[in-house]
């Protein structure tokens, strides 16, 4: 068990032979999680400030009775797909930034 306020640090790395504009745009389609995840159901709680996934929407990721509500926190174009974990899991403080580097014809995903 960790101390309380003791922060934890994952850095995921990994290749993909999928463009990075695809990947970019599974990441930011909620209803697509769906298709490439264990994921149940999706639904958007609330719309974003420009859009309806935008920065500021809410989506809940239902998978059997657990439901985890998250906010997406930054968006960068092809290249950055950030969010808060809200509630449902039992962690405190969860932001994943999760970065695309186009690599030729493949791209890396890094998930810290």
Request: proline fraction near 4%; glycine fraction near 8%; charged fraction near 30%.
């Amino acid at each position: 068990m960790y101390p309380m306020g003791h922060r934890q640090h994952i850095d995921i790395q990994v290749h993909t032979w999928a463009k990075a504009n695809a990947v970019y745009a599974l990441l930011r389609d909620g209803a697509s999680w769906l298709r490439w995840t264990s994921i149940d159901s999706f639904e958007l709680e609330r719309a974003g400030e420009r859009e309806p996934e935008g920065v500021g929407a809410i989506r809940i990721f239902r998978n059997g009775k657990v439901a985890g509500r998250d906010q997406v926190a930054e968006l960068v174009l092809d290249r950055r797909f950030s969010y808060l974990h809200l509630s449902g899991l039992p962690v405190q403080d969860y932001r994943a930034d999760v970065d695309l580097e186009p690599e030729a014809e493949e791209s890396r995903i890094k998930r810290p």
